[in-house]
């Protein structure tokens, strides 16, 4: 009889740690990589040309807006932004934001919402602060899929 009141309060005292260690973390990224985001701000469709290098401490996107013009985003880590057309109207400016692009691991932190099926993939989900919902795929650790607060939808199509 003791010794199983001993192993019930081992099994009582190992299950928050047991549970922890069942939910899976978001992989960091890549320090520098590519992608290609197909956007849907509610509506409004955008594809847009990700390059993302942390070491440099820049982000550069092309957003290309559905039967719009073409917009160049240069983001920088101490939270400058540059916006600029190469059209005919050659429009430029600049914004400083309160933070720069974001850190490999910004999703440290998130909260683990459990398995959810989207666009044909599998994936592990995530809630970071109310802000995004992220789903990362379970076989390549790929996100695939963004939530904002706002709406809008991100698709990883590489």
Request: negative net charge; glycine residues 6%.
């Amino acid at each position: 009889m003791a010794s199983s009141t001993i192993y019930a309060l081992l099994l009582l005292l190992l299950l928050p740690q047991l549970a922890a260690a069942a939910s899976p973390k978001p992989t960091p990224w890549p320090l520098q990589f590519h992608s290609i985001l197909f956007v849907n701000y509610s509506g409004s469709l955008s594809l847009i040309d990700l390059w993302y290098d942390w070491p440099n401490g820049r982000n550069f996107n092309i957003v290309k807006d559905q039967l719009g013009k073409r917009l160049y985003d240069v983001e920088w880590n101490n939270g400058t932004s540059f916006f600029y057309t190469l059209d005919s109207n050659q429009e430029c400016r600049s914004a400083q934001l309160e933070i720069g692009i974001l850190r490999p691991n910004w999703l440290d932190g998130a909260v683990y919402l459990g398995q959810g099926n989207i666009d044909g993939f599998v994936c592990n989900v995530w809630q970071k602060v109310d802000f995004i919902w992220y789903y990362e795929d379970i076989v390549t650790k790929r996100p695939v899929h963004w939530v904002f607060y706002t709406g809008t939808e991100d698709q990883s199509m590489l």
